[in-house]
């Protein structure tokens, strides 16, 4: 079974902390994506890689980072938390066939 | 006008109902998604589609390129089928995925 792996379930984080969303894949895919997903607004892209060191702004980049070292791990990085941050983050993995796996996720809330 | 337009945006109905949910796209694409989200966030892909028809179980989901149309079935519906379900196709002139806004589904018993 493919698995895409976030390192946490749950975060609570203060307002100006540096955060890492950790996730790591484990099907050699060459495409990983970090979304967000909010009530109402459905899932929104943040950051894509199609390689190692390779990193491509979504639709929200603002106020996120990304960081692709090795093929199989991807990471997401909120540099000064503010509340508006406060969402369910995806990670998502994906072949150059298109199919695309996705982590359990991460709430995290920012306060 | 967003590119990819699910339909309906909720849905709710009797447990063994036959479902259908529709999704339309105006963009060129390499493949359609049909995704399920149940609460508490987990997501999980059903179907990967470029042409044709395609089925597990209960679920079929059909994809008409010509008419960039594509439809998720659910025959003899059940309780544990309420769940969000998204349909999400890739775009042919990169990998990004485009994100229908999901259809809520709630069957009752």
């Known amino acids: 079974d493919v698995k895409v792996t976030q390192s946490s379930r749950y975060l609570v984080k203060r307002t100006g902390e540096k955060v890492f969303l950790e996730c790591v894949q484990d099907m050699d895919h060459e495409n990983m994506f970090w979304y967000r997903q909010d009530p109402g607004l459905g899932l929104r892209l943040i950051y894509f890689?199609?390689?190692?060191?390779?990193?491509e702004k979504g639709d929200i980049p603002e106020g996120y980072s990304v960081s692709r070292e090795k093929k199989e791990r991807f990471s997401l990085i909120l540099e000064s938390a503010s509340t508006n941050q406060t969402s369910m983050y995806l990670c998502?993995?994906?072949?150059?066939?298109?199919?695309?796996?996705f982590g359990q996720g991460t709430r995290l809330t920012v306060v | 006008k967003n590119e990819v337009e699910q339909s309906p945006q909720n849905l709710t109905a009797q447990e063994g109902e036959f479902i259908t949910i529709n999704c339309s796209y105006s963009?060129?694409?390499?493949?359609l998604h049909w995704l399920q989200q149940h609460p508490g966030g987990g997501i999980v892909s059903l179907f990967m589609l470029s042409s044709g028809k395609k089925k597990h179980g209960r679920l079929i989901a059909t994809i008409n390129i010509q008419e960039k149309h594509s439809s998720l079935h659910i025959t003899a519906s059940h309780p544990r089928d309420s769940a969000v379900y998204i349909c999400?196709?890739?775009?042919?002139?990169?990998?990004?995925?485009?994100w229908g806004a999901g259809t809520k589904l709630i069957i009752k018993p």
């Open positions: 998502a993995s994906g072949s150059s066939t298109g199919r695309a796996f």
């Open positions: 890689s199609y390689d190692v060191k390779m990193k």
């Open positions: 999400a196709v890739g775009a042919d002139s990169n990998y990004q995925l485009i």
């Open positions: 963009v060129g694409i390499s493949a």
